[in-house]
Every structure is written in C-alpha cells, then in structure tokens.
C-alpha cells in the first residue's frame, strides 16, 4: 500500500532563517513524489515535483525538495523563510500508472518576524 | 488561478439529504479527479473520470457517486450525508489516464467546495 507521512504538525522558524518541512513515503516501484501548499479557506497550489532525474528539485517561491531513495524521503526546504510563506504544506506520492495521489496529513507552517 | 473552478463554495445541508458539487475542468483537460479533505487532515481520493468513465475509486461508500459529461466538467454526489462528510471537497483536473504522463504541474486544483452537514 502507499502512504506518505509528514512527521511534523507544525513547524516553526524564524523570518530569514532556512525551513525544512519532513516527509518520508512507502510506495512499490518508483515513486512519483509531489509538494502542494495550501493557505487558509483555498485550494491547493503546486509547488514542485520529482519524478526522475536529479535528486534536488527546484520549484516554486524559492522552494526545494530533495529525493532521497535509501530513506525514502522527500523533504521540503527554503534556504530563507518569508513570513508569507505561512502555509499548511502537504506531501503527495502518486505511482506509476495510478490513477490518484496518497496526501500526508500536512504541515502548517509558521513563520515568525 | 488554475483555471478549475468549483460550486457551490460553501454549503450546508441536512443530515440525510443528498448533495451535488460541481466542477468546470481546465481547458483541455480530459480528466478529473474528486478528494474529500476533512478538517486537519490531508486530501482523501474518492473517485477519478477520465473521458466520462469512471477510472478509478477509493475507499468510499457507493453513496459517493460522480459523473462528467462530454465536455469533461463533473459533478459529485453524496446521498443520505452522514455529519461526518463535512469537508472540504476538492476538484482536480488534469490531461490523460492515469499517472503515466504525469507532470505536476499539469494537475491543478480548484479552490473547494466546503460542505457542511447539520
């Protein structure tokens, strides 16, 4: 079965300071890994993606993800929070051929002035 | 803007009445995929059309019901609603089967239909 997990209800850092958002998956065969966030009463906003080819992947709003196969992870970074990146963040596997993405439960984002 | 747009926004219904959330597809995009985001938890998949047809389910009830119509907008229905389909009611559109194709940010979702049962 797939699944996804974000570890960490909430996070919080300081204006200016790097940000790092956790997610680690369980998916047979290669995985299709994804980051949406979503601010209050909205939809969800894509941010970025992996689906093959180089481990870092650069997305939207300054925002990078790095696959890691041996500890099945696909963490969230920013090197320099913006307050307006106080977000809920969710992580999503989808799999070859399926027709679906598996959400984690989501990540809400604080970040301080 | 993403080009998905959902209806009604919000909504309150009754316990044991029926409910239809409608979805108006990006231009282009053949298939749509339905999620019930209950509060504090992430997107749950309900149910996906591709080209009218239904192509794949998760695990809901048969009350959870959908179509699209040839112009790939769809429509979810939930009969005999139980308080515990309060959520937020996700619509998402994207072009072609499955994920084989897939590039994220081809799947874009709409801002929601947040229903409420009374």
């Known amino acids: 079965a797939q699944s996804v997990a974000q570890p960490e209800d909430q996070v919080n850092v300081a204006e200016g300071n790097p940000l790092t958002v956790k997610c680690t998956y369980s998916v047979s065969g290669n995985p299709y890994l994804f980051w949406y966030v979503q601010y209050p009463n909205r939809g969800l906003q894509f941010l970025l993606k992996y689906i093959t080819g180089d481990n870092l992947v650069k997305g939207s709003y300054g925002f990078e993800a790095e696959f890691n196969k041996s500890q099945t992870s696909f963490h969230l970074k920013k090197p320099s929070a913006l307050v307006s990146d106080s977000a809920l963040y969710f992580c999503a596997v989808a799999k070859y051929n399926f027709n679906k993405f598996y959400f984690g439960s989501g990540t809400k984002l604080n970040v301080k002035p | 803007e993403t080009g998905v747009t959902q209806s009604p926004t919000h909504l309150i219904k009754t316990r044991g009445q029926q409910v239809t959330l409608r979805c108006s597809s990006q231009?282009?995009?053949?298939?749509v995929s339905w999620y019930q985001q209950a509060l504090g938890q992430g997107p749950q998949f309900i149910f996906q059309y591709y080209r009218e047809e239904e192509n794949g389910r998760g695990n809901f009830p048969p009350r959870f019901s959908g179509l699209q119509f040839p112009n790939y907008s769809s429509e979810l229905n939930v009969n005999a609603l139980e308080l515990d389909d309060s959520a937020l009611y996700l619509c998402a559109s994207s072009l072609g089967r499955g994920t084989g194709s897939l590039s994220g940010n081809t799947i874009y979702f709409g801002e929601g239909s947040w229903l409420t049962v009374v």
């Open positions: 231009s282009g995009h053949n298939t």
